[in-house]
Structures are given as C-alpha cells and as structure tokens.
C-alpha cells in the first residue's frame, strides 16, 4: 500500500526545511512497525506572483499523486505530527 502526502507550499522555507526531515522520520516509524507501506510527500509550489490559493494546489497536487497511491493525506507544512507517548 503506497500512502501519499500532499502539501501545499510557497514561501516558507524554514517550514519546509523543518519538515520533510521530520516528516521522513515520523513516517519511518510507522513504516518499521508495519502500519504503512511505501509512502512520498509532495510538495506542489504555486507561483510567487499570484494569490495564494491552497485549495488548488491541493488538487493539483492530488492529480499528481493518484495513479500511484493507495491513500491520500493533505497537510501543511507549518504543522508536525507527534508520536503519542
């Protein structure tokens, strides 16, 4: 099972440089334990001249991605998700 994870971006690099890291162990773990299978983030990037539209670069985003997963997850990327303890 390929799970895919959509984020939208533009102009936040330190998120994104804190994020794909993050993102890359946080799926690791669950992918050790078996809960998922194979997994990518996409992070679709609108031009900077124009106004931010999340809802479109989702879609665009999903568009890329169906053919090759199983599921999909939208997410942003000024936000991390935690191991419970």
Same mark, same amino acid.
């Given at each position: 099972? /390929?799970?895919?994870?959509?984020? &939208?971006?533009?102009?936040? !690099? %330190? #998120?994104?440089?804190?994020?794909?890291? /993050?993102?890359?162990?946080? %799926?690791?773990?669950?992918?050790?334990? @078996?809960?998922?299978?194979?997994?990518? =983030? /996409?992070?679709?990037?609108?031009? &900077?001249?124009? &106004?931010?539209?999340? @809802?479109?670069?989702?879609?665009?985003?999903? #568009?890329? !991605?169906?053919?090759? !997963?199983?599921?999909?997850? %939208?997410?942003?990327?000024?936000?991390?998700? =935690? %191991? !419970?303890?």
């Amino acid at each position: 099972m /390929h799970l895919s994870i959509i984020v &939208p971006y533009r102009d936040r !690099a %330190l #998120h994104l440089a804190r994020f794909v890291p /993050h993102m890359t162990t946080y %799926l690791d773990h669950f992918k050790k334990g @078996g809960l998922i299978g194979e997994y990518s =983030v /996409h992070v679709v990037e609108q031009q &900077p001249d124009t &106004p931010f539209n999340r @809802g479109k670069l989702l879609n665009c985003g999903f #568009h890329i !991605a169906r053919d090759q !997963a199983d599921f999909i997850c %939208l997410h942003d990327v000024d936000y991390l998700p =935690v %191991l !419970a303890d």
